[in-house]
């Protein structure tokens, strides 16, 4: 089974800042990654998938990348309603496998 | 507008079952596959299993595989998972979820993209 590592576990930063977060898959997974956003008490968002796609209604500060085994996502110019839990999810076969997550905090 | 609505979670003794349900609307249902994703209380999300369009393709975590039976009935646009031989461990917050496809050329990958609210399954003595 492919296993998702996320890096950093937690980053806190400033509105303003740019920020990124990092996942590596055990193995390649070609583009097939997604990116979810989690608030505390909600279900979680789809914001990319296919390692770069923007799900629609995503504003454009969030950007995805890479191919293979190592993905990024980026928040360009952080707003404060970006602060949330970040996970990646590789999209390849069963089973789907999450990274552990990444919690930003408000600096 | 979207829907998926999840029910039938509750206090439930370890070694008893359970079975969940979820309601879906907005959508044509028998289009996507589906699936059931938990979280247990302060950790990550894990995905537990999903099933295509026509039943014909389902899978599982391992640590559910032999307990757990994902079904889905597309004349009343509902999924269900019924949860046998329930564990301390599988103590969490149960959302099924809507499945998007995407194609790039070569080949398919499968995300979630409408989520439920989710449904707290706590297995407890």
């Known amino acids: 089974d492919i296993q998702m590592t996320q890096s950093p576990s937690s980053v806190s930063a400033s509105v303003g800042d740019r920020v990124t977060i990092t996942c590596r898959a055990s193995q390649g997974i070609s583009s097939w990654l997604a990116w979810y956003q989690q608030k505390p008490g909600k279900a979680p968002k789809l914001l990319i998938y296919?390692?770069?796609i923007l799900q629609s209604g995503v504003p454009s500060r969030f950007s995805g990348s890479g191919s293979g085994t190592d993905f990024t996502l980026t928040i360009s110019s952080l707003q404060p309603e970006d602060f949330a839990t970040y996970y990646c999810?590789?999209?390849?076969?069963?089973?789907?496998?999450f990274g552990q997550g990444t919690k930003l905090e408000i600096k | 507008e979207v829907q998926l609505v999840e029910s039938g979670g509750g206090l439930v003794q370890p070694g008893r079952s359970l079975r969940l349900s979820c309601a879906a609307s907005?959508?044509?249902?028998?289009?996507?596959?589906m699936h059931w994703v938990r979280q247990a209380p302060g950790k990550g999300l894990e995905w537990v299993s999903g099933?295509?369009?026509?039943?014909?393709?389902?899978g599982y975590v391992d640590s559910v595989k032999g307990r757990f039976t994902i079904s889905r009935d597309n004349a009343k646009n509902s999924l269900y998972l019924q949860m046998n031989s329930l564990r301390a461990e599988d103590t969490a917050l149960y959302y099924c979820?809507?499945?998007?496809?995407?194609?790039?050329?070569?080949?398919?990958?499968?995300?979630?993209?409408?989520w439920g609210q989710g449904t707290l399954v706590t297995v407890s003595s």
């Open positions: 907005g959508f044509t249902f028998d289009d996507y596959a």
């Open positions: 296919a390692a770069s």
């Open positions: 999810q590789q999209a390849n076969s069963f089973p789907y496998a």
């Open positions: 099933i295509s369009w026509n039943s014909g393709s389902i």
């Open positions: 979820a809507k499945e998007k496809y995407y194609h790039d050329g070569s080949a398919y990958s499968y995300y979630f993209d409408y």
